[in-house]
């Protein structure tokens, strides 16, 4: 059974008098442990798909299915709990809470999850560690740079060990230098810790790293080969 | 939710000017409020006390402040022997000011071996003996002293009187805790008084038996065709005659602390709808994390309710501290009113202020609560 299966997915919207539907009738499904980039020009549906998965959209119509569960069919805080318990969400613009520090940001989660303040401790700091910001745990957002919020975003994906990872354009407010670190970042998670990741971006060298490559193209996925990422980078 | 307490109140620090505005502003508002209900409480105090109903107050006919009524003082003695009456006293007025005041003194000069009988005083300083035996004696109601900053011994005057403090009472009578007693002969005898073998009033205690209304109707008639007429009343019904004028006053100021409560619903509304505009696109964050619509609306609230608390402690504190340590009574024509704090103006206060912060929370609430996710997440 694949972990993530969406099955003739619609989404629509109105926007003024228009009736926008940036998905229509799509089909996806991501193995559990994979690594899957979804790229796809400006408005092609990417970030709405990923958001339909993460359980903070709901489609027009068709089910989305996550390792069995028919999360579409979800209230609304039955789905606010799965997604407590099954998903880790990466922005693009880190969404750090500014009151808090790296490792009050990074703790949230896992207030949600009924952990003794020990079991928090020891799962804020093995996170920590993972993004090498132990020594920036007592740090607010507003004193660390942009690559390090990302990196406290990422602790703060991961720190509940959840299903499935979705990252929104991750790399897209970094420089080409913390974009290499924080893409080596979230291979290390899919590669060491085996955890599934689901990636929306524009860049196609940060699709490279991805296990599989998808284009969203006019509402369907087409597969996309390290070659053709190679040439969009090119064309660039 | 205790565990997201150092949340709310980090959020409520991050906005810290504003938070604080709100909080002062509460905290007037509800100072405010709570003074007004101590001059309430005082009031219905001084109204609604059942045991004003078993004593009758015998005043000159048409007459209304105390320095103009003047009763022969040997009525006491005919009164004394009426069926169901229990004792009678002559009572001699004496006051600083006859209007209304916040600044008001008052002597009752009562017959020494009465004093200690008719009145529910206990020396908390001085000695009675001493008060028997010294002719200018005066023993002054905590509240008093503690406002004119009298000590026992200590000689003082108010106009053309001047008596010597020799001892200073408490009493479960607020009211009494505002009265100053000398001796009824020492009182008659203050220049410019010409109040020899006169009283102002006659109190009139009853027993068990009595009927109230047909004792002061019996005591009127007997004193229709007299060389003074007198107009007798319960001691609750003459105290409501002499305050009426207050009474509406008073009753007035509600409308003050209902207009102090409505400010601060305003206020902390504002503020509150405020601080959720600022934190939309950090509510959708939260909400991605995984907390739910319901949450979002506990911390609101909560950021709600602790501005109006804290404001609502502060005000309500410092106003019962003000009342506690100044002792103010409002006088006329004689009577008073203590504004004395109490646990339930104190309880009254701070739930007043939580159902203000309650009521403020909800609309802002349950508007983020139920705010769509991704919408809110492009929100810049």
Known sequence: MSLVEVQHITKEYVKGDQKIAPLKDADLTVERGEFVSLMGASGSGKSTLLNLIAGIDRPTSGQILVDGEIITQFSRTRLARWRAENVGYIFQMHNLVPVLTAYENIELPLLLLGLSSRDREKRVNIALEAVSLTDRADHYPRQLSGGQEQRVGIARALVANPTLIVADEPTGDLDAETTEQILALLQRLNTELGMTLLMVTHDPNAALIATRRLRLEKGVFVESSPMMSLAAVGGK | ?380
């Open chain 2, 1 to 380: 939710m205790l565990r997201f307490i150092p949340y709310i109140l980090k959020t409520l620090w991050r906005h810290r000017t504003r938070t604080l505005l709100t909080v002062s502003g509460t905290a007037v508002a509800m100072f405010v409020f709570s003074f007004v209900g101590a001059v309430q409480e005082g009031l219905d105090r001084l109204l609604h006390d059942q045991r004003q109903d078993r004593s009758l107050i015998v005043f000159q006919a048409n007459r209304f402040c105390p320095s103009t009524s003047k009763l022969p003082e040997d009525y006491a003695l005919r009164i004394r022997k009426l069926s169901g009456v229990k004792d009678a006293v002559p009572i001699q007025v004496y006051m600083n000011n006859c209007r209304a005041s916040l600044d008001v003194v008052v002597f009752n000069g009562l017959p020494a071996e009465k004093l200690r009988s008719v009145r529910p005083i206990a020396l908390s300083e001085g000695d009675w003996s001493q008060f028997e035996r010294q002719r200018d004696a005066a023993l002054v109601g905590r509240a008093v002293a503690q406002r004119r900053k009298l000590t026992v011994g200590q000689k003082f005057s108010i106009g053309a009187l001047t008596v010597t403090v020799a001892g200073i009472f408490s009493s479960s009578v607020p009211t009494e805790e505002s009265m100053i007693y000398t001796h009824l002969e020492f009182l008659q005898r203050t220049p410019g008084l010409h109040a020899v073998g006169t009283a102002t009033q006659v109190e009139v205690l009853l027993d068990e038996s009595a009927e109230a209304q047909a004792t002061c109707k019996q005591i009127d008639d007997l004193y229709r065709a007299g060389p003074v007429g007198t107009n007798t009343r319960t001691k609750g019904a003459f105290q409501a005659k002499t305050v009426g004028d207050l009474v509406e006053l008073v009753g007035f100021t509600r409308y003050l602390g209902l207009a102090c409560v409505l400010m601060v619903l305003g206020l902390v509304a504002t503020t509150t709808v405020m601080g959720v505009q600022d934190r939309l696109r950090e509510h959708a964050v939260l909400q991605t994390i995984g907390f739910t619509g319901w949450h979002i609306f506990a911390f609101i609230i909560s950021e709600s309710l602790v501005v109006s608390l804290v404001g609502g402690l502060l005000g309500t504190g410092t106003a019962l501290a003000i009342l506690q340590t100044s002792s103010l009574a409002l006088g006329t024509e004689g009577i008073l009113i203590a504004f004395l704090p109490s646990t339930s103006l104190a309880m009254m206060g701070l739930a007043a202020s939580a159902l203000v912060g309650l009521l403020a929370g909800i609309a802002p609430a349950w508007q983020a609560s139920r705010a769509e996710i991704v919408p809110a997440l492009r929100m810049a």
